[in-house]
T-cell receptor, first 114, second 115 residues
Framework: AQSVSQHNHHVILSEAASLELGCNYS??????LFWYVQYPGQHLQLLLK??????LVKGIKGFEAEFIKSKFSFNLRIPSVQCSDTAEYFC????????????FGKGNQVVVIP | KAGVTQTPRYLIKTRGQQVTLSCSPI?????VSWYQQTPGQGLQFLFE???????NKGNFPGRFSGRQFSNSRSEMNVSTLELGDSALYLC??????????????FGPGTRLTVL
């Protein structure tokens, strides 16, 4: 079955460490890719998205995600985590059907300790 | 612009009852999608509405239904509730008007507990 995979569902790390969260998908064709974040007690928020163009997308606080078509991946990188980055991170794929039907990975629960 | 709003935020129902959840999209957004979030299954797509028409449907039983009104507000209904329907129900809206992908913005969700 077509799916979105995220590994290392629970990650605990210290402030200032770097973090890379993997996301792999199994859909063929052109896809649109997203990272969403859910901070404790808050709703799901868009972090980064890739539709086309430069495969390296950058966001706030140095967050970036790289689309590698040959690897069917869209990994998220955080160069230096802060306690405020404690959250659950979801990778999502909009398959090549031309509609708003997101397929989500299971999420990465990230806890940053001082 | 105001974000996506969902009402109610919390609901407690008993098995066999039915429930209606409401979603108001971001102003100007015409597509509304619904998702179910559970600890075991994660986030799963329920259905999507655009211009009052269901455009896409996920793999959920017919007990789950929805509709969209002319002002783009949407409701979803779950009939004959089961314990397994306990979940966070999320609504997302996007401005999509060309049947192409677009960014979805999520509401805070409705937490449904079935006893």
């Amino acid at each position: 079955a077509q799916s979105v995979s995220q590994h290392n569902h629970h990650v605990i790390l210290s402030e200032a460490a770097s973090l890379e969260l993997g996301c792999n998908y199994s859909y063929g064709g052109t896809v649109n890719l997203f990272w969403y974040v859910q901070y404790p007690g808050q709703h799901l928020q868009l972090l980064l998205k890739y539709f086309s163009g430069d495969p390296l997308v950058k966001g706030i606080k140095g967050f970036e995600a790289e689309f590698i078509k040959s690897k069917f991946s869209f990994n998220l990188r955080i160069p230096s985590v802060q306690c405020s980055d404690t959250a659950e991170y979801f990778c999502a794929v909009n398959p090549p059907y031309g509609n708003n039907r997101l397929a989500f990975g299971k999420g990465n629960q990230v806890v940053v300790i001082p | 612009k105001a974000g996506v709003t969902q009402t109610p935020r919390y609901l407690i129902k008993t098995r066999g009852q039915q429930v209606t959840l409401s979603c108001s999209p971001i102003s100007g957004h015409r597509s509304v999608s619904w998702y179910q979030q559970t600890p075991g299954q994660g986030l799963q797509f329920l259905f999507e509405y655009f211009s009052e028409t269901q455009r896409n449907k996920g793999n959920f039983p017919g007990r789950f239904s929805g509709r969209q009104f002319s002002n783009s507000r949407s409701e979803m209904n779950v009939s004959t509730l089961e314990l397994g329907d306990s979940a966070l129900y999320l609504c997302a809206s996007s401005s999509d008007d060309r049947r192409t992908t677009d960014t979805q913005y999520f509401g805070p969700g409705t937490r449904l507990t079935v006893l």
